[in-house]
């Protein structure tokens, strides 16, 4: 059984601004969610990108919200630059003022300033990682070369030498309401909401919006998994991708969803189940999806270096016969209800149903998804997951096996 379909209003500004607004009242909270679609070319652009999101988070707007209990935040996830308000219901003017003076913004040298040192410490720490080098080496190994819009975070190099003029030129080019998408979920009407925000923000705008660049294709002639040797490392971070079914539907989506989670994606999966519960090879392991201009599956485990041959032997035995054979029923049902419940709590809350409207939109996907996938997922077969399982085959996944290689086997070095 699928959770009622909430009330979902959606408009479309003349500047290319998409708005869905849906009333929840489980509180006196209104949520604003904004994601504006990046067109990140160059490391340069990434870089420009976490700056800009920093000063946003620095600037006066923010800072009179928050003074009236609100609560601002702003970040860079992929290629899209990610705006959150929310604030008690009889704040929705200041919320949509907020929004409209945030997409006008002026930055001093001083704001840049302080951007610039907190980007590239973070970005610093980030890099120091061993999972974030794992995930650049995947993404290399499936692209050729690492394209910004995956990197998990900018070049300190790049950001510390950022400029306020650049910060500009990247505020020019980057916040464009071309392709962006607010989402308004909370205690008070769609349509008094919708008309309130798309007033505020009604001279946001470009006169020539950047189309962004094109979708990351691989350079690599065939897919591969390449060893990288971190001495002293004794954990093995295990990363590969490998590219899903061309999508064309939501239902394509859901069997997609509902693979990913019969392999990997609850504590009942295979691989938690092998790994983890079988040979206690990992604690953390497991598979996910994703979405770069087209959906992916990820498959991510970290064990003891020693453990790695081991690890990989039953990644590649655990693929290859899912990929044969596809889910059992059981399997199919138990996967289908824990996203369809997954989708229920969450659209019962206005931050999920926030966040689900935001995670659809950064997937290409509409709106209506936080219905329509729930409903696709009820209308699955085993045929259906098959298919998309057949996707997972051991040769199509391309990435990395990242840890100190004084125990890998030979080949790997």
Known sequence: M???APELLTADAPTGLTLTATPLGTVPLLQA???ISLPLGTPADLAASDVLAACWSLHPATARLEQVGGIA????????LMVGLHATTDHQQLMADTLADLTHATFTDDVVSRAVALVTQQAALAGSQPTVHATRRMWSQHYGHLPPAVDPAPDPRLTSRVTPDEVTAAFHRFVTPYRAHLALVGDTGAERSLARFTAALAGWNRDTP????PSPRPDVPMPEITSSHRPGQDQTQIRLVAPAAPRRSVADFAAHQAAVTVLGGSFSSRINTVLRERHGLAYRCRATTDYVEQDFV?????VHTRHAEQAMRLLMELTDEFSATGPSEDELRAACGFITGAYAINTGSQSGRASLLTAAITQNLPP???TAVPHALARLTVADVRAAAAHYRPDRFSGAVC???GHFPSQWR
């Open 298 to 302: 990820v498959i991510e485990t970290d």
């Open 403 to 405: 840890g100190d290689a």
């Open 368 to 370: 209506s998804a936080l």
């Open 210 to 213: 950047d189309v962004g660049t």
């Open 33 to 35: 969610r904004l994601a």
């Open 73 to 80: 935040s702003v970040s860079r996830r992929r290629n899209w």
């Open 2 to 4: 699928t959770a009622p």
